[in-house]
């Protein structure tokens, strides 16, 4: 294991498939801007990579791996992280992925900054899996609502999961059961 750089370093998100992924990359990334941490372009090079996948469709997951892989290419030497629905569903096919250096699942992905702070940013020779049972989730986990983002109208996240198991449906194995936001807040 190398340290990369102290905090706050450069990172970059790459973010695929729904609007609530898009959200809670919005999250991430106003965690991280919040600690000093600096969001670099696509094209430039970022101590951490941070790529939050989709797994909806066999297309979705296949994106997903391409665009980690590309991550490694691109940003040698960087920290790669792969968190979101793929990471949640399949954790052991992306540590197959030579470079990749955390897996975070959905649970542990409302956590970023305090994963950050506590295990990251460090390269590793192995990568790290951190993921707990979301089947086990039944209450709302949010950090909040995000101060900027991509858009001039951000998301929110009101809903989360689905008690349907449908046979054709990844949704309930990658985010769990149904949840929803407060009415509070």
Same mark, same amino acid.
């Given at each position: 294991m190398?340290?990369?750089?102290? !905090?706050p $370093?450069?990172?970059h998100?790459k973010t695929l498939g729904?609007?609530v ?5 919005d =999250?991430?990334?106003?965690d991280?801007?919040?600690?000093g941490?600096?969001d670099?372009?696509? &094209? +430039?090079?970022? $101590? /951490?990579?941070i790529i939050n ?5 066999? *297309?979705?997951?296949?994106?997903? #791996?391409? /665009?980690? #892989?590309?991550?490694?290419? !691109?940003? @040698?030497?960087?920290?790669?992280i792969?968190?979101?629905?793929l ?5 052991g096919?992306?540590?197959?992925i030579?470079?990749i250096?955390y897996?975070? $699942?959905?649970? &542990?992905?409302?956590?970023? @900054?305090?994963?950050?702070h506590?295990?990251?940013?460090? *390269?590793? +020779?192995?990568?790290v899996?951190? #993921? ?14 995000p101060?900027t $983002?991509?858009r001039s109208?951000p ?6 999961g689905?008690?349907q198991f449908c ?5 309930p ?9 407060? =009415?509070?807040s």
């Amino acid at each position: 294991m190398t340290e990369i750089s102290s !905090n706050p $370093g450069t990172f970059h998100i790459k973010t695929l498939g729904c609007k609530v992924n898009q959200y809670e990359s919005d =999250m991430i990334h106003g965690d991280l801007a919040k600690t000093g941490w600096l969001d670099t372009t696509a &094209d +430039a090079s970022s $101590g /951490m990579v941070i790529i939050n996948t989709c797994s909806v469709t066999k *297309k979705a997951a296949t994106q997903s #791996r391409q /665009m980690i #892989r590309r991550a490694i290419r !691109n940003h @040698p030497g960087a920290v790669i992280i792969a968190t979101g629905c793929l990471a949640q569903t399949e954790p052991g096919s992306l540590a197959e992925i030579d470079g990749i250096d955390y897996i975070i $699942g959905n649970v &542990d992905k409302i956590k970023f @900054p305090e994963c950050i702070h506590n295990r990251l940013p460090v *390269k590793n +020779a192995e990568p790290v899996i951190i #993921r707990a049972d979301i089947s086990a989730q039944h209450i709302f986990g949010d950090s909040g609502f995000p101060e900027t $983002g991509a858009r001039s109208r951000p998301f929110i996240k009101i809903q989360d999961g689905c008690d349907q198991f449908c046979t054709y449906c990844i949704v309930p194995h990658a985010r769990g059961p149904s949840r929803s936001r407060p =009415m509070q807040s």
